[in-house]
Each structure stands twice: as structure tokens, then as C-alpha cells.
């Protein structure tokens, strides 16, 4: 698969950090009720990321505070849609 590839050719260390460091922040707002029980942390995470990622590394389009509510607010409603389940 080339997207696996991809990352192993990469020093992904840092992302994963991130990631691993993020993750409490969302199981807090899953017990505090704010996202549904079933959400899965790092694949909200993963939601938030793609259309920054997309854009820093195929469009080359601008990343600002637009993008970044954008991205928020689609993350937020794949979670509420339910269609970030932990598997």
C-alpha cells in the first residue's frame, strides 16, 4: 500500500506525539458528554487533520483560521453524525 509506505519514509515521531498527546482531550469531552460515548479519539483526530494535511501537501492551498474552524466543524459533525465509532 503506497500511503503506508509513504509514512515509513517519513519520520512520523513528531505527528504521532501530537496525536498520542491529544487523544485524553477528546476522551475528557466524550465523558464530559460533549461528543457521543462510541466517538474514537484518533479518528476524530485524524477527521480534524485531513484537510490541513490535504491542503499543505497536495493543493499547496493557504492554511488559515478559516481552514482551521472548517476543519473543526466538520470533524465535530462526523462525530456527532456518529460516524467516527471506536471499532
Known amino acids: 500500500?503506497?500511503?503506508?509506505?509513504?509514512?515509513?519514509?517519513?519520520?512520523?515521531?513528531?505527528a504521532v506525539d501530537r496525536f498520542q498527546r491529544a487523544e485524553p482531550v477528546v476522551a475528557r469531552a466524550i465523558e464530559r458528554g460533549e461528543l457521543p460515548a462510541d466517538t474514537d479519539?484518533?479518528?476524530?483526530?485524524?477527521?480534524?487533520?485531513?484537510?490541513?494535511?490535504?491542503?499543505?501537501?497536495?493543493?499547496?492551498?493557504?492554511?488559515?483560521?478559516?481552514t482551521a474552524d472548517?476543519?473543526?466543524r466538520v470533524a465535530l459533525a462526523?462525530?456527532?453524525?456518529r460516524v467516527l465509532p471506536a471499532v
Open 78 to 81: 462526523a462525530a456527532h453524525a
Open 41 to 66: 479519539p484518533a479518528e476524530l483526530l485524524k477527521a480534524l487533520a485531513a484537510p490541513i494535511c490535504f491542503r499543505l501537501v497536495f493543493t499547496g492551498e493557504p492554511v488559515d483560521e478559516a
Open 1 to 14: 500500500m503506497r500511503g503506508a509506505g509513504f509514512a515509513r519514509s517519513r519520520d512520523t515521531s513528531h
Open 70 to 72: 472548517r476543519a473543526v
